[in-house]
């Protein structure tokens, strides 16, 4: 579904991104993981068309993407929450969700039931303002955001970061379910290994621009790993 080949990418004149080479299939979870400032964030970002690579090729469904915009790889299905969450603290939730939709020219947008489903706890929260939630309401109404635009792929960068560890299992059903739905596959940064882990078919890691190590799940030795990860 996804194909990144040999992406190398910059800031102005710092190469970043060395030679990064990362598939997700359909319907898979797959994880990249790696220290701070390794990269991850700028992959996400090259993939949504935020920055443009100077070499190296991203493929979505077969299609070469490379050179379009970040709103036609939108529309063809490729959903970001990025780090940090980035919802709007002074609309309601209500307001929050609907804008995904009216950015997509959907007239007089309504929100679909089945994203109640996944997030139960947001239909309370309709008009509240975003700003007013809770760091993991933050987060769960960041990905719902995305959600409703019905994307194939979705990035998601590191959405349990400043999350109270109690509720990051919320954000691990989320996911979860999303997996089980089987339609969304899910392209998932993140720093905590086992929550990483438990949620991925197949895992990457960085290291200074680049993947140094990757497995499928199942088969991998977390030794070496934990090995890239450990401080
Ligand atoms: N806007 C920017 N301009 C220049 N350098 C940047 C910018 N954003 C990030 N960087 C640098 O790019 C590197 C990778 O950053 P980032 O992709 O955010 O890493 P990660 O998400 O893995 O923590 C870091 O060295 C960071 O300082
Ligand atoms: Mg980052």
Same mark, same amino acid.
């Given at each position: 579904m996804l194909s990144i080949k040999e992406v190398h990418c910059a800031y102005a004149d710092t190469v #970043?991104? /060395?030679d990064v080479n990362i598939e997700v299939g359909k319907g898979q979870v797959v994880s990249l993981m790696g220290r701070n400032g390794v990269g991850k964030t700028t992959l996400l970002k090259t993939i949504m068309g935020i920055l443009k690579p100077f070499k190296g090729s991203i493929y979505f469904n077969d299609e070469? #993407?490379?050179?379009? %915009?970040s709103e036609i790889r939108a529309l063809k299905g490729i959903g970001y929450v990025p780090q940090g969450r980035d #919802?709007? +603290?002074?609309?309601t939730v209500m307001e929050n969700l609907l804008i995904g939709l009216e950015a997509r020219g959907i007239k007089n947008p309504s929100i679909p039931e089945g994203i109640f489903e996944l997030f139960p706890a947001l239909r309370d929260l309709?008009? /509240? /303002?975003?700003?007013?939630? %809770?760091g993991g309401q933050q987060q769960q109404l960041a990905i719902a955001r995305v959600l409703i635009t019905e994307p194939k792929l979705l990035l998601l960068d &590191? +959405?349990? &970061?400043? #999350?109270q560890p109690s509720v990051v299992f919320e954000i691990e059903n989320t996911i979860r379910f999303i997996k089980e739905q089987g339609n969304v596959s899910v392209l998932l940064v993140e720093q905590f290994m086992e929550f990483a882990l438990r949620l991925s078919d197949y895992c990457y890691v960085m290291e200074k621009g680049t993947v140094v190590f990757e497995g499928a799940v199942n088969e991998l030795d977390r030794e070496e790993l934990q090995s890239h990860l450990a401080i």
């Open positions: #970043i991104l /060395r070469d #993407i490379t050179t379009l %915009s #919802i709007f +603290p002074h609309l309709l008009q /509240r /303002r975003g700003g007013d939630l %809770s &590191e +959405p349990t &970061e400043g #999350i």
